[in-house]
């Protein structure tokens, strides 16, 4: 009799442990094995991680929780040892830290973090290990905090906000430039343009009124460092040789300390 109260106890543990396991906030099937930490490790096929018990060095496949009756660390889908379905990572305090969806070993779908709360805290999107789509992070009371879009695995346009909602930064691709505007007080401060195709690289300062107030681009040519102002229109204004002569490069560095 008292095997079997001891086994019951054991199931309403794991009972409580099984509870919002499923990134989707599902409740899981009572399939899974739990394991110790030190119980498995793992190596590389292919560039995919492969799951092997310990005492066996064999791939692992099935439903798995890593903890104990009090604790769960881990909770993982495998298949012959490689990663399918959701893999979820925990806070101390029981919460999600993190929640990713693996098809095949590859990221596959969401990835989201969560702060020690619960509160989601990023979640991005990736197919076949790939990200694509929206990336967005998120202020711990839910408000956007940044949000991108992403094609071949780099961010072409996104925006950042301040706890209240306010655009502090955005940055878009326009004309084979990259075009990071920094906005303060809900007005243009600085403009920021890289070339996607050569070293052209220079940033825009504005006044309060929405006017140009400087034109600047960094030119390396050899050993050879200028400082180049230009006009609205890109038209070199003035060319500074930073090395020979310093002191007209000081009398602009008021602009790269606002940086």
């Known amino acids: 009799m008292k095997s079997f109260f001891k086994g019951a106890s054991t ?18 099937e009572l399939t899974f094995k739990l394991i110790e930490r030190n119980s498995y490790f793992m190596d590389s096929y292919n560039g995919i991680s492969v799951y092997r018990d310990n005492t066996t060095r064999k791939p692992m ?16 889908k495998l298949n012959e040892g490689i990663l399918n379905g959701d893999y979820i990572v925990f806070h101390d305090n029981g919460e999600k830290f993190s929640c990713s ?14 702060y020690l709360s619960g509160a989601l805290k990023n979640v991005k999107t990736y197919k076949n ?27 072409v346009e996104s925006i ?23 906005i303060k007080n809900g ?8 070339s996607n195709y050569d ?7 504005y006044n309060e009124d929405g006017s140009l107030k400087v034109y600047l681009r960094m030119l390396d040519q050899g050993d050879n460092h200028y ?21 007209e490069f000081i009398k602009y560095k008021e602009f790269f300390v606002d940086l």
């Open 11 to 28: 199931i309403v543990v794991l009972l409580s442990l099984s509870l919002s396991f499923s990134c989707k906030e599902e409740k899981t």
């Open 61 to 76: 496949t099935g439903h798995f929780l890593v903890g104990n009756k009090l604790k769960k660390w881990e909770e993982f």
């Open 101 to 114: 969806s693996y098809l095949n070993g590859k990221l596959n779908g969401d990835d989201k973090t969560f």
């Open 129 to 155: 290990g790939n990200r694509y789509g929206k990336s967005i992070s998120y202020f711990e009371s839910g408000q956007i905090q940044n949000e991108s879009r992403i094609e071949n695995e780099k961010a």
């Open 160 to 182: 950042s906000y301040d706890i209240i909602g306010n655009i502090l930064s955005q940055m878009f691709i326009k004309d084979g430039k990259t075009i990071t505007q920094n």
């Open 187 to 194: 007005k243009m401060f600085s403009e920021h343009i890289s």
């Open 199 to 205: 070293n052209f690289e220079a940033i825009k300062f």
């Open 227 to 247: 400082l180049v102002e230009l006009d609205g229109n890109g038209e070199e204004i003035k060319r500074i040789d930073i090395k020979a002569n310093p002191q």
